[in-house]
């Protein structure tokens, strides 16, 4: 590892690693940035052949970087048939265009879904982080290791920054999601409640695993329904499938709001999505328990948006007032799987942790917004020089708002809204993401 890189994430040892100021890393970063991309342009395919195009060879400004980020969809940019056909091999080979080290090597013996090909990999020593997949198509992130366990390492200590609580197992902890899973959010609150959590104290929503071919052919086939392509047998099966979840489901959040609703008075940690936080105070509304006041220092853990749920404009200080706690007693934050570690919310900022070259640019993601001061709009991007499994450099689908007031840029909270959602659920564009497309298209001869 280059010496910029060293000293930039040794900065997670700080008990305030985002206080350090943008003018003492800029030449870090630079540093860093070139560091990485002598490294990865011999490792990641697409990287080489997007640098090659830009024509750049070395990053000499934070405007150097723009022409070498990824666009967000380049972690899902494999074609659709290969999940439909089941072809785990081509899968593989797409997987290989963005990963840092070959992946070409993995045993797919016995493979036969999304979570079996995610599984194979990890035994092969080539962890992958994956999206959900609501959108019909998961993101598969391919990571290392130490990235794994960089990663969980900044999501524990981010609670310890916002809140001094120690992970010594002492706290009753209800998690509102499922205790397995393949994606990221699931493998942090399994972390948390580990680090956190009496074990006999530990409630979770349910044990049954959510799983990436599930949450995927739900969305495919909700897509087919809307387009008026979904043979009658399948709408069948389908709907006898989703009557099924909805027993389950709603019997596992009678069983988890029973378990809460016993808890007035106790110190307690709820971790949740929004959407989530609000089901678990409706459910306990519905008993009859128009307050269930938890002890002044419980924390519920909080963000991920709405995620497309119908809330009423006032639903977190509602949460909030209903559990009779201060609105700081939350443990939140902005972040996203593409990033090593999360920005913890410190007031009515999100802070970027100092290993993380914060970029704002333009709405089609070709010009860098850079003020010296002031709040500006624009995508959020970044540079994340502590990935080891893939390039760091990615334009999200955000809109933010970001504060150059700060010493190193923050995010103001609650500015975040997903460019597709303002276009009325139209897909985002950005100028790059149909050339990286095309590079994979050459790089794995499959256009299908």
Known sequence: MGEARQQLISLVASDRPFEVERSALESLWLEAANELLVERRSQVPVLSRVADSAGVEKISSLEDLVPLLFAHSVYKSYPRSLLDKRRWDGLTNWLDTVSASSVKNVDLTGVESQDDWVAALARSGHPVYASSGTSGKSSFLPATPGDREFTMNCIIRAVQWQHQIQPDKSNTVVVLAPSQGSSRALEYYRLFADSYGDPARTHFLTDEPALLSDLTRMASLTQSIANGTAMPSELTAFEADMADRRRRIDADWDRLADLVAGMSGERVIIQGFWAQQWTLVERLRSRGIAQLALE????????????????????????????????????SGYGMSELSAAMPQIGDRYVIQPWVIPLIVSED??????????????????????????????????????DFDTPNMTIVAGSVARYSDLRGGEDDRLTCAGTVDAFVRSLTGDGT
């Open 296 to 331: 002044s220092d419980s924390l519920l853990g909080v963000g991920g948006g709405t995620k497309g749920a119908n809330l009423p404009p006032d639903f977190e200080a509602q949460i909030f007032e209903f559990y009779g706690l201060s609105d700081t007693r939350q443990a």
């Open 365 to 402: 993601g070709t010009e860098l917004i850079n003020p010296s001061s002031g709040q500006h709009e624009g995508r959020f991007a970044f540079f994340d020089t502590a990935i080891e499994g893939r390039w760091g450099g990615l334009i999200s689908g955000d809109r933010v708002i970001a």
